[in-house]
């Protein structure tokens, strides 16, 4: 039988290391954002802040609900929940720190090999995509 959880493309999340660091850049600068780790628990994945520059805007999740509150973005779970489906990883959730809000998270793999993280309410259209680059070290 067909594998089902391989896309279009023929690729299987369970076959991509999506574990490991990531580096996520600022679209409009080129800067870097900050670093995080996507890491495997009870067999979902969860991406931590593991660095932030010493010039980063934001340190705190001010605006966040509890229990991120006031919290130091590095360290804190940003995406939490992702399960491998149909060539991507989905069924998370993801916080934006610089507002606070929790939006619905698919992760998938870019042809260039960048990791395509987007967060949406309710359907995908509506919603916004960052893409990470995976750290050689």
Request: hydrophobic share 35%.
């Amino acid at each position: 039988p067909a594998n089902q959880l391989a896309d279009h493309n023929g690729w299987d999340p369970r076959q991509i290391k999506l574990t490991g660091y990531w580096d996520v850049m600022d679209p409009g600068t080129g800067a870097l954002k900050f670093t995080a780790e996507f890491y495997e628990r009870s067999g979902l994945y969860h991406a931590k802040v593991i660095y932030l520059p010493p010039d980063a805007k934001l340190k705190n999740c001010q605006d966040c609900p509890e229990p991120n509150k006031n919290r130091p973005l590095e360290g804190m779970d940003i995406i939490w929940d992702l399960k491998p489906s149909s060539g991507e990883w989905s069924g998370g959730k993801i916080i934006n720190p610089e507002g606070g809000n929790i939006y619905d998270c698919v992760v998938w793999l870019d042809a260039d090999q960048s990791l395509v993280v987007r967060g949406f309410i309710k359907l995908r259209v509506f919603g916004k995509s960052q893409k990470w680059i995976k750290r050689k070290s």
